[in-house]
């Protein structure tokens, strides 16, 4: 057993020893090995923050899987019986244990600044909507079940209206006027993100807070209530609970009313959307890869035959033929270990830098750390690399006749 | 029992023709422990053959090689190898030191192909050895900063340092002045006598050759010792020379 280990040991001081001498010629054949595990690693790891930018976008418009969306449409244009629907809904919610669901209204809300009174872009929510869409405030909180019973409703405004506001500090409570024909005074409690494709100020309110003062606020602003329904399900659960709501609704609302549950989720369809982009960056890593491993070979090659003589007098010491092998295999995946190593440094040093995660991020929140199969899997392709890169100069150097060697 | 033994040993390439060539032809030769040989012979006379075979490092194509009684050709190639790095040194005219790599490396580099403690102390051990050559304040000197004697005394250390049974020296002197070489090969008896090895030295230089107790001239193939060499034997041919060698042995 300690024979083995000093043997080892002595291999890879052989191995560490040559590199070091030939450390010139070394660093220049692995520069390609280390270029190349930086890439693959760092096509991995920018994947995942890319996958995961994708999937938190797809997340916040449509909702995190499995999300389930509840229309419902009257066929001779009548208006659907809110309390009605209202009472299914609650129902729906109890019956099937929902945790996380919310209606969400669409609302014009006036609001009054200091150069006048404007319409801003509301939308009417309940709590778990902000889980439901991943909405993360940039500052303060999303709204609380505590919420809803506040005399001054709660309202979660973007940064475009809280720069209007000259954005105040939002622990001084600031306020905002709803315009109506009383006015009401609502208390921001958050600030989120503008959305990128709306250059209008928003702004969130509970539903349960703006049934309370829908009817104080001014006549003009009152539009017809289409909500939509949505919930959060676990996705095994969700097939079944889409057939159940189907038919609980139809059922309580009757058949003048078609009620269509859906799945909105980008999980529903069922595909990486970077699927394409991630093969073809893998494709030119690999390729870049294959030539490293083909300049490493190379260069090892050329570099036994200079080393004949070397070899032939180790032979003289007594180095086994197989301790001959596994010095030259060991030399050339010590040597790409370490590229493999200086490749990995590399890539966590571009994945974590600023302009690569803002690059390549888009506004996720919950980004991922460098992901350590992308880790795993640069060190195991140098290591690989390295093997097969050295297995033909060590097969060379097994074959060396020792009495030639030596007077080579 | 001595330690290594040659009957009949020859040794036979075969050309590019096809036509055989024998380099070695009957030789007998019987090393102790503690001997001190020299072989001379002309350029191509086949004193490296004969090295190579004594070093375990080529086989003979007729007679048999025993090592310790033992029929080297019974042993596996890894047999070979652990046997020569254990009991066989090495010293060659052209020094053959490991590029690059200090003299402290040179002389450490047999001993991690040993084990136990050995392995783990072979740094110190190294030191150790060249201190006895007297190259202590060179440890950290590479090939190229040293003279050519400083260059074999590496070598020396470096055959030296795993305390083999049996030293073969391939013209130790070949590339150093004359007084050089005297001190290089007063270091190697010096040392052979302290771990009590036997030394068998190849050399074109007389008084080299006449430091060994027993010398002997390669001519033809055979191997002949000295002080039987005669004029008469001169004439006589190959043949009778071998016969007379297998004598000696």
């Known amino acids: 057993m300690t024979g083995l280990l000093a043997a080892c040991v002595g291999s890879v001081i052989e191995a560490w020893t040559e590199l070091r001498v030939h450390r ?57 019986d809110d309390a009605l629907v209202q009472t299914a809904w609650t129902e729906a919610l109890t019956r099937y244990d929902v945790t996380f669901a919310s209606r969400i209204i669409p609302r014009q809300v006036d609001v009054q600044f200091v150069d006048g009174v404007a319409a801003v872009t509301s939308t009417m929510v309940d709590p778990a909507y902000g889980a439901m869409h991943r909405v993360s405030p940039e500052h303060g909180r999303w709204f609380t079940a505590t919420d809803i019973n506040r005399l001054a409703p709660a309202v979660i405004i973007d940064e475009r209206l809280w720069a209007r506001l000259g954005s ?27 959305p990128p494709y709306n250059l209008e100020p928003t702004m969130f309110m509970l539903n349960a807070a703006y049934s309370r003062i829908e009817s104080t606020l001014q006549a003009a602003t009152v539009q017809p209530a289409h909500p939509a329904y949505e919930l959060w399900v676990p996705p095994e659960n969700a097939a079944d609970l889409m057939t159940h709501l189907q038919s609980d609704f139809t059922a309580t609302l009757g058949e003048g009313t078609i009620v269509s549950v859906n799945r909105q989720d980008y999980a529903a369809y069922g595909q990486d959307p970077n699927l394409s982009l991630k093969l073809l960056v893998s494709g030119v890593s690999v390729l870049l890869l294959l030539l490293g491993a083909l300049g490493l070979l190379n260069i090892s090659l050329v570099t036994i035959r200079q080393r004949i003589q070397e070899i032939g007098i180790r032979r003289s010491f007594g180095a086994t033929a197989a301790r001959v092998f596994f010095a030259v295999m060991m030399e050339s995946v010590v040597a790409t270990v370490a590229a493999g190593i200086v490749g990995v440094m590399l890539s966590m040093l571009l994945v974590k830098s600023p302009w690569a995660t803002d690059l390549v991020s888009q506004g996720a929140t919950d980004l991922p750390p460098f992901p350590l199969e992308a880790a795993v899997l640069g060190l195991g392709i140098a290591t690989l690399v390295g093997a097969l890169a050295g297995l033909l100069p060590a097969l060379v150097a097994v074959r060396v006749k020792v009495i030639d060697a030596i007077r080579y | 029992m001595p330690f290594l033994e040659l009957h ?41 053959t004969l090295l190579n075979l004594l070093g375990l490092l080529d086989s003979p194509t007729e007679g048999e090689i025993r090592l310790e009684g033992l029929d080297v050709s019974q042993f596996s190639n890894r047999r070979r190898d652990l046997t020569r790095g254990r009991d066989i040194g090495f010293v060659f005219q052209q020094f053959n030191l490991l590029h690059g790599r200090t003299a402290l490396e040179n002389v450490s580099t047999p001993l991690l192909y040993e084990r136990g403690a050995t392995f783990w102390k072979r740094t110190a051990i190294a030191a150790e050895m060249l201190e006895r050559v007297g190259l202590g304040n060179r440890l950290s000197s590479t090939p190229v900063q040293l003279s050519g004697g400083e260059q074999q005394r ?8 795993r305390r083999p049974r049996l030293i073969l020296a391939d013209e130790p002197t070949g590339a150093l002045d004359i007084e050089t070489g005297e001190t290089v090969m007063a270091l190697l008896d010096e040392i052979a006598t302290a771990s009590n090895a036997a030394l068998v030295t190849i050399t074109h230089d007389p008084s080299i050759a006449a430091r060994a107790h027993r010398q002997y001239t390669l001519e033809d193939g055979g191997l002949i010792a000295r002080d039987l060499i005669t004029p008469d034997l001169i004439s006589r041919g190959p043949v009778t020379r071998a016969k007379l060698s297998g004598c000696n042995s």
């Open chain 1, 168 to 194: 105040p500090d939002l622990a001084l409570n600031p306020t905002i006027s709803l315009f109506g024909v009383n006015p009401v005074t609502a208390v921001v409690v958050g600030i989120v993100k503008s």
């Open chain 1, 24 to 80: 010139t010629r070394v660093l220049l054949s692995l520069i390609g090995v280390a270029v190349a595990v930086c890439s693959l690693t760092s096509v991995v790891a920018l994947g995942d923050i890319a996958q995961q930018a994708t999937i938190e976008s797809s997340e916040r418009s449509n909702g995190r899987p499995a999300a389930l969306s509840l229309s419902l449409q009257s066929q001779d244009d009548q208006p659907t």
């Open chain 2, 8 to 48: 009949g040993v020859g040794r036979t390439l075969t050309r590019l023709d096809d036509r055989p060539l024998t380099i070695l032809s009957g030789i007998d030769l019987s090393i102790e422990q503690g001997d001190r040989i020299s072989v001379v012979g002309r350029s191509g006379s086949g004193k490296s």
């Open chain 2, 154 to 161: 590496v070598a020396v250390a470096r055959a030296l340092v």
